[in-house]
């Protein structure tokens, strides 16, 4: 680590020198503007002017891609806060890299093509990192899951296959708020300034708040599978009684306060909440093989169908609490009626 010698320049200003290194690297010179971010404990962040101004681009090379590579590469550089994305190629553009372009658009929230040529195109996200707030995304992200499971679980209570597919339809708007969550998140690491702009006051929270998101995502994955399971089964419902599917539907009312329980501790720092979360896992931790246990006879398949409904619910208990456990580690970062920080 560098040290600087703090000079005073008159009555109340105390002033250091930049690192002619740091300086030369992002053109700062004499009269140039830089912007100062003071965070958390006591750390002070000095940023190049242009890093407010300039406009991020990258180009993708088609060339040696296959359609389904270039699609990733779209959504990587969305991901790692690129404002512009050029995809090119030395010839004309193949028509499946051209249809990947379009795929990714239609996947990426705030993402358009603004020009077009035969070996070319170009794609800009409108995104505007002020617009949101990570907590606001994290809360919508569970929200949107929660909404996904209690369709396919009433899908499957009432054999209605329209259910189910709305449930399935929601999948795209969950991954289109992940993947935005991920670009705000590695935008706000890149650039601490943006921190204050999604409503962080340090970018302490990003690694926990990405594992957050994660988490959240595979919660929508296992809401996803249970409507899958109802559009697989015979007569869209399992292959068993009305005590038991009523079981299932208190276990998925349980699931749904632990997911939503879990998030607002992390938004609020809440470190009672995740007391709370873990307690609500602890009562259902043997749901699962209760309700199982407690079935007839039944062919293998309907039993396998039964299974994997409640082994969806019983995961998203569980990542629900990773969630829980993360919050905690932000809630203890601050001084609360539990904890003085010195």
């Given at each position: 680590m560098e040290t600087r010698k703090v000079q005073r320049l008159g009555p109340s200003t105390l002033a250091m020198t930049l690192p002619a290194e740091w300086a030369k690297e992002n053109n700062v010179e004499k009269g140039d503007e830089v912007s100062?971010?003071?965070g958390g404990k006591g750390t002070l962040t000095v940023l190049p002017e242009s890093a407010h101004t300039e406009e991020s681009e990258a180009v993708i090379h088609a060339k040696n891609l296959d359609a389904d590579a270039v699609e990733?590469?779209?959504?990587?550089?969305?991901?790692?806060?690129?404002?512009?994305?050029?995809?090119?190629?030395?010839?004309?553009?193949?028509?499946?890299?051209?249809n990947a372009v379009y795929k990714a658009e239609t996947q990426l929230m705030g993402l358009g093509v603004v020009e077009e040529t035969p070996d070319s195109i170009a794609i800009r996200c409108s995104v505007d990192p002020e617009d949101f707030s990570l907590d606001n995304l994290l809360e919508r992200l569970e929200?949107?899951?929660s909404t996904m499971r209690g369709e396919a679980v009433k899908a499957l209570a009432h054999g209605n296959p329209d259910l189910a597919q709305r449930a399935l339809n929601r999948e795209r708007q969950a991954n289109k708020i992940?993947?935005?969550?991920?670009?705000?998140i590695f935008t706000a690491y890149q650039n601490p300034t943006l921190a204050r702009a999604v409503d962080l006051d340090s970018g302490f929270p990003l690694i926990g708040y990405r594992s957050i998101a994660k988490n959240l995502e595979l919660i929508a994955d296992n809401a996803e599978d249970i409507a899958e399971i109802t559009l697989e089964a015979e007569g869209h419902t399992l292959d068993v009684d009305g005590q038991t599917m009523r079981r299932i539907r208190e276990f998925t009312d349980q699931v749904d306060e632990i997911t939503a329980k879990a998030v607002q501790a992390a938004v609020e720092r809440d470190y009672d909440k995740t007391l709370e979360v873990r307690a609500l896992f602890h009562e259902i931790g043997d749901r699962e093989s209760e309700i199982l246990s407690d079935l007839p006879e039944m062919d293998n398949d309907s039993l396998l169908a039964v299974r994997e409904v409640l082994v969806s619910l019983q995961q998203t208990a569980q990542y629900a609490m990773r969630n829980a456990e993360i919050a905690a580690n932000l809630a203890l970062n601050e001084e609360s009626e539990h904890t003085t920080i010195n």
């Open positions: 100062l971010r003071m990733r590469a779209i959504v990587a550089q969305y991901v790692l806060g690129r404002r512009v994305i050029h995809v090119e190629s030395e010839e004309t553009l193949d028509s499946a890299h051209i929200n949107t899951g992940f993947v935005l969550l991920l670009r705000l």
